[in-house]
Nanobody, 122 residues
Framework: QVQLVESGGGLVQAGGSLRLSCAAS????????MGWLRQAPGKKREFIAS????????YYTDSVKGRFTISRDNAKNTVYLQMNSLKPEDTAVYYC???????????????WGQGTQVTVSS
């Protein structure tokens, strides 16, 4: 069982930056692929980024590639999402998730955080 708690969301102007954090409970954090997904109002939840268990491999959806960076610190049981050059279309609730044996671009994670709101004003 893994419990995930996101933090770092908020209101930012277009072009600004935010860093999301997701703290995980449990001693098996390093055994999970970690991902960030988001859901905008009226839209389906979408995959944004994922990172392998060791942190050596990262994957991004095209719309955030070059602007967002996912990273993890297994010693701190934490995964991060650094978001730069934010756009109004990045406005959404952002979720971190943990999964085992899933593909890098999957949205079929086993455990989910409660989500944190990111709002980008124009």
């Amino acid at each position: 069982q893994v419990q995930l708690v996101e933090s770092g969301g908020g209101l930012v102007q277009a072009g600004g930056s935010l860093r999301l954090s997701c703290a995980a409970s449990g001693r098996t954090f390093s055994s999970y692929r970690m991902g960030w997904l988001r859901q905008a109002p009226g839209k389906k939840r979408e995959f944004i980024a994922s990172i392998s268990r060791s942190g050596t491999s990262t994957y991004y959806t095209d719309s955030v590639k070059g602007r967002f960076t996912i990273s993890r610190d297994n010693a701190k049981n934490t995964v991060y999402l650094q978001m730069n050059s934010l756009k109004p279309e990045d406005t959404a609730v952002y979720y971190c998730a943990a999964g085992n044996g899933i593909s890098p671009w999957s949205d079929k994670y086993d455990y989910w955080g409660q989500g944190t709101q990111v709002t980008v004003s124009s």
